[in-house]
């Protein structure tokens, strides 16, 4: 049976899905020491995800500067507190890196905020949101992808949590592993469907008619018993 994925998909479906369970390693890089070795490790690997976090402000004219890298394999994560390290020359390295395929969402903005704190040419990165479209997918942020691909729900709860804390909480270190890693199961899981066509794209309004029809038809055979 192929796999059903929309091209749009509604919000309203997430809050019945299951959240999404990191069960991989998470390492918090604060120094220059810690980060070279972090690379070192980091190129070894066939393809990483990532991601980048950045304090919120609730302030007018208050704009803080990118504060976390977070670049995952397929069972770990590395955590670069970029307000304690800021781009040292190995965090640099492995963003030139042109060997390792980087896989990330709107990434674009991404690089324009790390950019911010140093110099550097982009190496080999991978943009989901590019990709995603070849499928017929046009709801692009992370949670409704993985949702559509996955039937798992993301939790963005800690997405406006202080990215600046001296000491990140348990709870954020997740949600900003989750983030990195779910980007190589995207990537992979969309090389797969291209390759083997096994899925069938459905339109979200056709759906919702059909989800409206039935709740019709039970409601009339409800008054009828």
């Known amino acids: 049976m192929k796999k059903i994925?929309?091209?749009?998909?509604?919000?309203?479906?997430?809050?019945?899905?299951?959240?999404?369970?990191?069960t991989g390693k998470i390492f918090v890089i604060v120094s220059a020491e810690e980060?070279?070795?972090?690379v070192d490790y980091l190129l070894t690997m066939p393809i990483l995800g990532v991601d980048t976090e950045t304090r919120?402000?609730?302030?007018?004219?208050?704009?803080?500067?990118?504060?976390?890298?977070?670049?995952?394999?397929?069972?770990?994560?590395?955590?670069?507190?970029l307000n304690y390290t800021g781009l040292t020359p190995d965090i640099i390295r492995l963003l030139e890196d042109k060997t390792v395929p980087k896989v990330g969402l709107?990434?674009?903005?991404?690089?324009?905020?790390?950019?911010?704190?140093?110099?550097?040419?982009p190496g080999n990165?991978?943009?989901l949101q590019h990709?995603?479209?070849?499928?017929?997918?046009?709801?692009?942020?992370?949670?409704?992808?993985?949702?559509n691909l996955f039937a798992e729900r993301i939790s963005k709860t800690d997405r406006l949590s202080n990215?600046?804390?001296?000491?990140?909480?348990?709870k954020q270190k997740v949600y900003a592993a989750i983030d990195a890693w779910a980007c190589i199961r995207l990537y992979e899981e969309l090389i797969r469907l291209e390759t083997t066509g096994d899925y069938e794209l459905v339109d979200e309004e056709t759906e919702l008619e059909i989800e409206e029809e039935f709740k019709l038809y039970e409601k009339i055979a409800a008054e009828k018993r």
């Open 5 to 22: 994925i929309y091209n749009r998909f509604n919000k309203a479906w997430l809050s019945d899905l299951p959240r999404v369970i990191y």
């Open 35 to 38: 980060a070279r070795k972090a």
């Open 56 to 81: 919120p402000s609730f302030a007018k004219n208050v704009r803080y500067k990118c504060s976390l890298l977070q670049v995952a394999t397929h069972h770990n994560c590395f955590l670069f507190r």
């Open 106 to 121: 709107s990434w674009h903005d991404d690089i324009h905020s790390l950019k911010e704190l140093g110099q550097f040419e």
């Open 125 to 127: 990165f991978i943009d």
């Open 131 to 147: 990709h995603m479209r070849e499928i017929g997918i046009e709801d692009l942020s992370l949670q409704k992808l993985y949702a």
């Open 163 to 170: 990215w600046e804390r001296d000491v990140l909480q348990d």
